[in-house]
C-alpha cells in the first residue's frame, strides 16, 4: 500500500507542477522529460518537445532516471492499469516474503526492467511501474511452478500470458521494460519464494535481490559508457 500510495502522490505532483492536460490523459510532461528513462537521454544531451510545444534540453548521465522512471506513468489510465496488479499481487506476495523481501523484490524487478529500456527499447521516453510489476507477476509464477503447481492453471499464468501478449501486439508499450523486469522478477523468485522443503538460507533470500538490482545498474553503467 505504501508503493501504491507513493505512485500516486507522484502522479498528482506531476499534475500539480506540470499544469498540464497532457499529464491526466496520458502525454508527455517537461516531468516525464525530466525524470523519464531512455539509453538515448543517458548518453548525450538531447532537444525533446513536450506535448504543449515546450522544448526541453535534457543532460547525459541522468542515473536517477533508472528508480524515478519507475514511479512516472502516462496518464490516469496507466497508473489505474499498473496500481490495480500491485494491489493483487502485494497481499500475495508480501505477507510471504516479509516487507523488506519485497520491497526489495519490487526494486530489482524496477532495476531489472529498467536495464530493459536500456538493452532493447529506442526513441521516446519510457515511464511506469510496469517492469516493477511484471516482476512481481513473474516471481509469483515462479513461486507456484517451484511448489509443484502449474501456474498457467491459474490467474497468475493466464495474466503474465495475457500481458507479455498484449506488450508484443500493441504499439507503444516498452517491450524491454515488461520484458527485463520479468526476468529481473523470475530470478529473485526462483529463490525468495522456494517452498520450504527447498528453502534457501535467509541471506540468500535478501542477496539475490540485491545482486539482480546492483546488477542491472552496474550493467546499464557499462551499456552507456561504452555507447
Known amino acids: 500500500m505504501s508503493l501504491i500510495a507513493a505512485n500516486v502522490t507522484v502522479f498528482v505532483l506531476v499534475l500539480l507542477v506540470s499544469r498540464e492536460p497532457a499529464a491526466l490523459s496520458g502525454g508527455v510532461t517537461d516531468v516525464h522529460l525530466s525524470f523519464g528513462l531512455s539509453k538515448d537521454v543517458l548518453v548525450q544531451p538531447i532537444a525533446w518537445q513536450s506535448d504543449d510545444g515546450n522544448v526541453f534540453i535534457t543532460e547525459p548521465d541522468g542515473w536517477y532516471r533508472l528508480v524515478t522512471s519507475g514511479f512516472l506513468h502516462f496518464g490516469f489510465i496507466h497508473l489505474a492499469f499498473n496500481m490495480y496488479f500491485l494491489y493483487v499481487l502485494g497481499p500475495m506476495l508480501e505477507p510471504t516474503l516479509g516487507r523488506v523481501n519485497f520491497l526489495l523484490l519490487y526494486f530489482a524487478s524496477l532495476l531489472g526492467g529498467s536495464l530493459g529500456v536500456v538493452l532493447f527499447d529506442s526513441g521516446g521516453i519510457t515511464a511506469g511501474a510496469s517492469g516493477a510489476v511484471f516482476g512481481l507477476l513473474a516471481a509469483a509464477t515462479v513461486g507456484l511452478w517451484r511448489r509443484g503447481v502449474n501456474p498457467f492453471s491459474t490467474g497468475i499464468g493466464a495474466a503474465l500470458i495475457l500481458n507479455l501478449f498484449i506488450t508484443f501486439a500493441i504499439p507503444g508499450i516498452s517491450i524491454g521494460g515488461h520484458l527485463g523486469g520479468a526476468i ?44
Request: one cysteine or more.
Open 184 to 227: 529481473a522478477g523470475a530470478v529473485c523468485g526462483a529463490v525468495m519464494l522456494a517452498p520450504p522443503y527447498r528453502r534457501f538460507p535467509d541471506w540468500a533470500t535478501r542477496a539475490t535481490p540485491i545482486a539482480v538490482g546492483l546488477g542491472s545498474l552496474v550493467a546499464v553503467i557499462m551499456i552507456v559508457n561504452t555507447a
